[in-house]
């Protein structure tokens, strides 16, 4: 599968932030001022540090199973960095809403590591005494539609479907033996999505998120969960801060002849944000 131009998605993701909120012409109700869930338009902007929990198998051709690596510890992998991300929501008659994000801070690692131990990929034997070079990037970009079959001066209660595409790139070899193996791709991955937001009193709420979806297709299958939970003060109308906490967890497996192997990834960490809306 070929590398998906990350470039253009954040350019096609910057043309979403300008023509979306034309699908809220529609007058909305009158509400409360500082009533997050009627708002039109809302822009949120996060970052937090995430901590990151990878492991990699590649396998042979021949379906020989390579030997699983955890990325951060033996290949030297950060095990945490710095990530943002950013936010498009466009609310449209009332109980719909469309949203689309993207992570503008690359969770991109590379690391050098000396092995401990004799270890398979993609067929080829590293030993002991190499020291393995490693570089994985991933990229997410989603977009989600949502309906509110609750939605009160107080509660809001939010179902839907969502898909994240995410963009990876994983390199593993030795330099010093002429060895190594690239991967790169783009996968979309549908989920199911279930949101709330509770407002407690005039400035202050808390909201909730999950997704989930498993799926199996021929000789490849794959889980998908994240949530997130956060405070969230509105501090006038059309600003708010949030505080909270957010979790990301993919599995994929796959028997298909040229990408047998297998990918964990788990990243959540505190996240802080600024949401801007009317």
Known sequence: MSHFPSVTAFKLFGCLLVLLPGATLAA???????????????????????????????DSASGVLG????????????????IGT???????EGRHRFRV???????????????????VYDGTTYQATDTLQTALDLRRFSATYLYSPIRNERFELSAGVGVDLIDFRAEVGSAARGLGRRDEGT?????L?????????????????????RGVIQDANGTVRGYSANVVWAWQPGMAFTLGYQRYQLEAESRFTGTRGRVEFKTGGPQLAVRVGF
């Not at 030997?67 to 710095?82: F, Y």
């Not at 996968?187 to 989920?191: C, G, H, K, Y």
């Open 28 to 58: 909305a109700p009158r509400a409360p001022s500082n009533a997050l869930q009627y708002q039109r338009v809302v822009f949120t902007a996060s970052v937090g540090r995430n901590a990151f929990d990878t492991l990699l198998r590649r």
């Open 67 to 82: 030997t699983p690596l955890v990325a951060e510890d033996d290949l030297g992998l950060a095990k945490s960095k710095l």
């Open 86 to 92: 950013a936010e498009l929501t466009v609310r449209v």
């Open 101 to 119: 994000g993207a992570d503008y801070l690359a969770m991109e690692r590379s690391g050098t590591s000396p092995l401990t131990r004799a270890v």
């Open 187 to 191: 996968a979309p991955v549908p989920r």
């Open 193 to 213: 999505a279930v949101e709330g937001l509770w407002r407690i009193s005039e400035h202050w709420y808390a909201e909730g998120r999950a997704s989930y979806l």
